[in-house]
T-cell receptor, first 112, second 115 residues
Framework: SQQGEEDPQALSIQEGENATMNCSYK?????LQWYRQNSGRGLVHLIL?????REKHSGRLRVTLDTSKKSSSLLITASRAADTASYFC????????????FGKGITLSVRP | EAEVAQSPRYKITEKSQAVAFWCDPI?????LYWYRQILGQGPELLVQ????????DSQLPKDRFSAERLKGVDSTLKIQPAELGDSAMYLC?????????????FGQGTRLTVV
């Protein structure tokens, strides 16, 4: 079964706008990660936030984590057409051997 | 830049035939994952190795799927016999596996079509 659940399922925005994607999960985690997948390709790791962190930045990406609500959000600022892709959150909830469990993903379309 | 290598990139096979996929992880990565991704869905973990040992294969259909990582480096995933429902993208990923650095690096995947 899949741990994380992203919303919305699909998002369409204009270039230059910000995109916000959300992820909810069910059990305690060690960390939460976001990945991007371009059509027909492998996944690319974007950012990792640990359970003791609340916010993290990487370039145009901002991730927040609320462990009390078991939720995370990914914000992409000043979006570009090249950001068009599917985005997945993945939870790592084991201690000794990390086991990444992915959600169903969000399809982001950025219109030029 | 180090990459996870997978082959073949595409595979078409008839149902009831055997098919095998190969993965070479990034050098030094102890953890290796095989995921299956059906179009429009997220990756589903099939099997996870830590070095040469299987640590999770709870979602692997063991009546037809097998996976090995004999020397703790590269890995092979086999399906025998293939069924129509096995058509999917098969993704291999690796990570350091030290408990701290758990980011996974993915290969380009093998697109399997069973006809």
């Amino acid at each position: 079964s899949q741990q994380g659940e992203e919303d919305p399922q699909a998002l369409s925005i204009q270039e230059g706008e910000n995109a916000t994607m959300n992820c909810s999960y069910k059990t305690s985690i060690n960390n939460l990660q976001w990945y991007r997948q371009n059509s027909g390709r492998g996944l690319v790791h974007l950012i990792l936030i640990r359970s003791n962190e609340r916010e993290k930045h990487s370039g145009r990406l901002r991730v927040t984590l609320d462990t009390s609500k078991k939720s995370s959000s990914l914000l992409i600022t000043a979006s570009r057409a090249a950001d068009t892709a599917s985005y997945f959150c993945a939870t790592d909830y084991t201690g000794a051997n990390s086991k990444l469990t992915f959600g169903k993903g969000i399809t982001l379309s950025v219109r030029p | 830049e180090a990459e996870v290598a997978q082959s073949p990139r595409y595979k078409i096979t008839e149902k009831s035939q055997a098919v095998a996929f190969w993965c070479d992880p990034i050098s030094g990565h102890a953890t290796l994952y095989w995921y299956r991704q059906i179009l429009g869905q997220g990756p589903e973990l099939l099997v996870q190795f830590q070095d040469e040992s299987v640590v999770d294969d709870s979602q692997l259909p063991k009546d037809r799927f097998s996976a090995e990582r004999l020397k703790g480096v590269d890995s092979t995933l086999k399906i025998q016999p293939a069924e129509l429902g096995d058509s999917a993208m098969y993704l291999c990923a690796s990570s350091l596996g030290d408990g701290m650095n758990t980011e996974a690096f993915f290969g380009q995947g093998t697109r399997l079509t069973v006809v």
